[in-house]
């Protein structure tokens, strides 16, 4: 296990539910414990993803406004 | 009997009601359905007609429900539902139908075919074969409306700043978002992001209306799994924020599934009367305008423009009229185009798919030979259609601009339609009327 992410994904310009859509695709790509950094510009990330990771079980390290315009977040794999 | 299969045979025993019933037992097999179907249109295989897609959940349907096709089902075609059944069911209800509704619209019985596939859908959902991403993106959807706390602050930071744009756009120092009002005379449930907050801000502000955001979005992932227990749970979070904060109407945003759901079949999940009404934000631009609330310029938009009609809208939701009223008023050269129709949201998860490209194709060919160059569409599904078309990069000399009526923007963001209009100067017009329903110009049309 590792502090830096495994993968770094550009979410930015995806429109909801795209950025989920997206990280849910990613996480299968990481084995349980790794990370995965994003950055996306839909402010809706901002409720969806913590509600992804609430329902699916995946933790959420870092949830972030970045510059006003970019949302950065980080997840681990649970299981 | 593996789980799985009887699973997926429960939840379709738990589907059948009369509706169902009559559109399995009643097709006369005249074919009519396969000219009306996108997929067939574009691909004229036996396999994408509507009644052929149906003719597969009725074959289980009889092995289950008709004592001789269980005992001879060589001789009635009925089929025993197993694993690779299901899946092609899945395959079938979930990539090849967009539920658009057009097959039952020219069909002389009036079978409902998406009615069946909302039954497959039901079924792979149930035996737990539907798509993952859309199970997903409902379960995370009910965690939202179970916990909004989680998530309040950071999306009140966000309205502040939207907030801001708001004021400059409008340069009303006095214009605001309200979220939660208490008594307020409308809550408006946006999809996520600014795109449907911020131009429907602008013209509630312009219209001096008495109007609330809601804190969720207007989405329904369960609606697409047609799982009821799911959809009711999501739908659920709206129905108690209007009951909480005692609004006369919800008003949805552009998309046309959320506004189908939230019109026709919550009151049907909850079985009970509401104290507020729904509509979609079209019908109240429209009002809006008729009644002189808002003042549009005529000109704000020089170029032709046509418009594509949204299944879930206009042939399932009967809102013909009002789009074009708000686009005959803020374009100079409105145009129609023929035939109009639009379901193509089920594409979004076929995009490489030969069909689909195929579909879109002829869509584009005719917005370019009879449309101008401009077209709008009304419903967020719309996006998908707009998605397929080919990019101006590649082919700069079929681009075509396409928006949705109020939300065009200039590159900054700001939404150049909305932004023209401003309050009337007193006075209002005839109150806006209407659509009476269905007719034969509207079935041809659509």
């Given at each position: 296990m590792s502090d830096s992410p495994k993968l770094t994904l550009?979410?930015?310009?995806?429109?909801?539910?795209?950025?989920?859509?997206?990280?849910?695709?990613?996480?299968?790509?990481?084995?349980?414990?790794?990370?995965?950094?994003?950055?996306?510009?839909?402010?809706g990330v901002m409720a969806d993803i913590p509600a992804w990771t609430r329902s699916t079980g995946h933790e959420l390290v870092a949830l972030e406004k970045q510059d006003g315009k970019t949302f950065r977040f980080v997840v681990k794999r649970v299981k | 009997m593996t789980e799985t299969i009887e699973l997926a045979l429960k939840a379709l025993e738990a589907q059948l009601n009369q509706p169902l019933e009559t559109a399995l037992e009643a097709c006369a097999r005249c074919g009519i359905c396969a000219e009306a179907c996108h997929y067939y249109r574009a691909e004229p295989r036996v396999e994408h007609i509507p009644a052929h897609r149906a003719e597969q959940l009725r074959s289980v349907y009889r092995y289950?429900?008709?004592?001789?096709?269980?005992?001879?089902?060589?001789?009635?075609?009925?089929?025993?539902?197993?694993?690779?059944?299901?899946?092609?069911?899945?395959?079938?209800?979930?990539?090849?139908?967009?539920?658009?509704?057009?097959?039952?619209?020219?069909?002389?019985?009036?079978?409902?075919?998406?009615?069946?596939?909302?039954?497959?859908?039901?079924?792979?959902?149930?035996?737990?074969?539907?798509?993952?991403?859309?199970?997903?993106?409902?379960?995370?959807?009910?965690?939202?409306?179970?916990?909004?706390?989680?998530?309040?602050?950071?999306?009140?930071?966000?309205?502040?700043d939207m907030e801001k744009q708001l004021r400059e756009i409008t340069g009303d120092e006095n214009a605001g978002i309200p979220v939660e009002k208490q008594g307020a005379k409308i809550l408006y449930v946006p999809l996520a992001g600014a795109h449907t907050i911020l131009p429907p801000a602008v013209v509630f502000n312009a219209a001096?209306?008495?109007?609330?955001?809601?804190?969720?979005?207007?989405?329904?992932?369960?609606?697409?799994?047609?799982?009821?227990?799911?959809?009711?749970?999501?739908?659920?979070?709206?129905?108690?924020?209007?009951?909480?904060?005692?609004?006369?109407?919800?008003?949805?945003?552009?998309?046309?599934?959320?506004?189908?759901?939230?019109?026709?079949?919550?009151?049907?999940?909850?079985?009970?009367?509401?104290?507020?009404?729904?509509?979609?934000?079209?019908?109240?631009?429209?009002?809006?305008?008729?009644?002189?609330?808002?003042?549009?310029?005529?000109?704000?938009?020089?170029?032709?423009?046509?418009?594509?009609?949204?299944?879930?809208?206009?042939?399932?939701?009967?809102?013909?009229?009002?789009?074009?009223?708000v686009l005959k008023n803020i374009v100079g050269d409105f145009r129609e185009m023929t035939p109009n129709k639009a379901g193509a949201l089920s594409l979004r998860r076929r995009r490489r798919d030969r069909c689909a490209r195929r579909i879109c194709r002829t869509k584009?060919?005719?917005?370019?030979?009879?449309?101008?160059?401009?077209?709008?569409?009304?419903?967020?599904?719309?996006?998908?259609?707009?998605?397929?078309?080919?990019?101006?990069?590649?082919?700069?000399?079929?681009?075509?601009?396409?928006?949705?009526?109020?939300?065009?923007?200039?590159?900054?963001?700001?939404?150049?339609?909305?932004?023209?209009?401003?309050?009337?100067?007193?006075g209002g017009g005839a109150s806006f009327r209407r659509g009476t329903g269905w007719n034969s110009k509207d079935l041809g049309r659509v």
């Amino acid at each position: 296990m590792s502090d830096s992410p495994k993968l770094t994904l550009d979410f930015k310009g995806l429109l909801c539910p795209m950025p989920v859509v997206k990280i849910a695709q990613a996480i299968k790509q990481v084995q349980v414990g790794e990370l995965i950094e994003a950055v996306a510009t839909d402010p809706g990330v901002m409720a969806d993803i913590p509600a992804w990771t609430r329902s699916t079980g995946h933790e959420l390290v870092a949830l972030e406004k970045q510059d006003g315009k970019t949302f950065r977040f980080v997840v681990k794999r649970v299981k | 009997m593996t789980e799985t299969i009887e699973l997926a045979l429960k939840a379709l025993e738990a589907q059948l009601n009369q509706p169902l019933e009559t559109a399995l037992e009643a097709c006369a097999r005249c074919g009519i359905c396969a000219e009306a179907c996108h997929y067939y249109r574009a691909e004229p295989r036996v396999e994408h007609i509507p009644a052929h897609r149906a003719e597969q959940l009725r074959s289980v349907y009889r092995y289950e429900h008709d004592f001789l096709s269980r005992m001879f089902p060589v001789w009635t075609r009925a089929e025993k539902l197993d694993e690779t059944t299901l899946a092609n069911l899945t395959e079938i209800a979930f990539s090849q139908c967009t539920l658009c509704r057009r097959c039952t619209v020219n069909c002389p019985l009036g079978v409902d075919t998406p009615l069946m596939m909302r039954a497959i859908r039901a079924m792979a959902t149930a035996a737990g074969t539907a798509p993952e991403i859309l199970v997903m993106l409902a379960d995370a959807a009910i965690e939202k409306g179970n916990d909004p706390s989680f998530y309040k602050e950071m999306f009140l930071e966000q309205i502040a700043d939207m907030e801001k744009q708001l004021r400059e756009i409008t340069g009303d120092e006095n214009a605001g978002i309200p979220v939660e009002k208490q008594g307020a005379k409308i809550l408006y449930v946006p999809l996520a992001g600014a795109h449907t907050i911020l131009p429907p801000a602008v013209v509630f502000n312009a219209a001096k209306e008495d109007w609330t955001l809601s804190i969720f979005e207007a989405s329904n992932y369960g609606v697409f799994l047609a799982d009821v227990n799911r959809a009711r749970q999501v739908a659920k979070r709206i129905v108690d924020e209007a009951n909480r904060l005692g609004v006369k109407e919800i008003v949805i945003s552009e998309c046309g599934h959320a506004y189908a759901c939230y019109r026709w079949d919550v009151p049907n999940w909850f079985a009970g009367r509401f104290d507020f009404k729904v509509r979609s934000l079209i019908e109240v631009l429209a009002e809006y305008i008729a009644e002189g609330k808002i003042k549009v310029d005529p000109t704000g938009i020089p170029e032709s423009v046509t418009y594509h009609d949204s299944c879930n809208l206009a042939r399932n939701g009967g809102l013909l009229e009002e789009p074009r009223y708000v686009l005959k008023n803020i374009v100079g050269d409105f145009r129609e185009m023929t035939p109009n129709k639009a379901g193509a949201l089920s594409l979004r998860r076929r995009r490489r798919d030969r069909c689909a490209r195929r579909i879109c194709r002829t869509k584009n060919r005719r917005r370019q030979t009879q449309g101008g160059p401009n077209q709008k569409h009304r419903c967020a599904g719309g996006r998908c259609c707009v998605r397929e078309l080919p990019p101006a990069d590649r082919r700069p000399e079929r681009a075509l601009q396409l928006e949705r009526p109020c939300y065009r923007t200039d590159g900054s963001g700001r939404p150049r339609d909305a932004a023209a209009q401003t309050p009337a100067r007193g006075g209002g017009g005839a109150s806006f009327r209407r659509g009476t329903g269905w007719n034969s110009k509207d079935l041809g049309r659509v």
